[in-house]
């Protein structure tokens, strides 16, 4: 009950000098389809290599370049693709049967190794999540608001210590490229304090130097840093509902504003706002404001969020999903997030929401909460 994140094709390719081969064997039953390796060209993912199988001959052998240590992930017929740890001079047996695709098995790298020893302990907390989910449903069915409210405090809970196991595993592996896939795509990346990421960012360097997964680290690193606590707000212009341009600094100018991302589509955003209703009608008539940036692709979808969430205050929009100048300006990868800005257009907090935001604001405006 946390986040949205952003897709895996911002980070999955590595870089190097030399080319050696990687041997991959495999059996895999019930299957009559390609197996097929996906790799990242800079730009997009593509299936540098594949071989089709049928149920009657389960056995594939295929030889790949791998220039130096690479994420890349193995898709096997229709299921859903797994993160694969290519190395040099390594060998893999790939084995299961595509009817319990769970199953499957890759053998060959440490980081593989590590990768399966890591998701064996966090399946205890998938599997306590699931149960909570599947009882939250049936309480919220049966209109038990305080039950399931309950839950999902339960909930953030284990989700937390979920994110501290693979917190911990991530520094105790920047020489593994399984350290460095659950950095990037586990969602610990977002978690993180920017100094301790910009630290294991540079761990990471200098074990897989001019990996492009690494680079992209960086170059996130550098865009945080410039919306980091005690930074002037990057100024934004942007089209309301009604199509007018939206200058944010012509519109904070004097004012504490939160600036929050969201979308119509993102569940979780749309669970937080009437939390920022409550605060923003609490602190209004002291001068607070909000702008909201919405991820939506579609103006009907996004003006229809507002309206059935009532939401009173500035709304704009590029309608560019998750490729929108202004996200990228301030190096959005999961919404909701938001930053609390001061009368003088400086970065005091970073996503502070419900109570916490309520407690910052009654600070500032000496109000008793």
């Known amino acids: 009950m946390k986040k949205i994140i952003l897709g895996l094709s911002l980070f999955l390719f590595a870089t190097g000098m030399y080319a050696q081969n990687v041997l991959i064997k495999g059996h895999i039953r019930n299957l009559d ?3 097929k390796i996906i790799r990242f060209n800079g730009e997009k993912n593509a299936a540098s290599d594949s071989v089709l199988l049928n149920s009657a001959n389960p056995d594939f052998m295929m030889k790949i370049d791998a220039e130096t240590p690479e994420i890349a992930y193995l898709e096997i017929g229709k299921n859903k693709a797994m993160p694969f740890f290519l190395a040099p001079d390594e060998m893999y047996l790939i084995s299961g049967d595509n009817a319990t695709p769970k199953k499957i098995t890759i053998k060959g790298s440490s980081a593989q190794n590590s990768y399966y020893e890591l998701q064996k302990r966090l399946s205890v907390f998938d599997n306590e999540m699931a149960e909570l989910d599947e009882e939250h449903d049936r309480l919220t069915k049966a209109n038990k608001k305080d ?10 809970e284990i989700y937390e210590r979920r994110e501290a196991e693979q917190e911990k595993f991530v520094k105790e592996n920047t020489d593994n490229l399984a350290g460095l896939y659950i950095l990037v795509r586990g969602g610990v990346q977002y978690s993180l304090p920017l100094e301790t990421l910009e630290g294991l960012t540079t761990d990471f360097q200098k074990h897989f130097p001019g990996n492009q997964t690494v680079q992209k680290l ?8 410039t919306v980091a606590i005690g930074q002037v707000a990057p100024d934004f212009e942007a089209p309301n509902p009604a199509g007018e341009m939206i200058k944010f600094s012509a519109f904070a100018k004097g004012k504490y504003v939160v600036l929050e991302f969201w979308a119509s589509w993102c569940g979780y955003c749309r669970r937080e706002n009437p939390n920022f209703l409550k605060v923003y009608n609490k602190y209004k008539p002291y001068g607070f404001d909000m702008i909201s940036v919405s991820l939506d692709k579609t103006k ?12 009173p205050w500035m709304q704009v929009s590029e309608l560019k999903f998750w490729q929108g100048e202004i996200s990228q300006k301030y190096g959005v990868a999961s919404i909701p997030t938001c930053w609390l800005i001061g009368t003088d257009g400086t970065i005091i907090a970073r996503d502070l929401k419900g109570d916490a935001l309520d ?5 500032i405006y000496k109000v008793k909460k």
């Open 33 to 35: 389809g390609y197996v």
């Open 147 to 156: 039950e399931a409210k309950t839950l999902e405090q339960k909930y953030d």
């Open 218 to 225: 960086a170059e996130r690193v550098d865009v945080l840093k």
């Open 300 to 311: 009907d979808a996004w003006i229809k969020g507002i309206k059935d969430d009532k939401l």
């Open 359 to 363: 407690a910052k604001l009654a600070e």
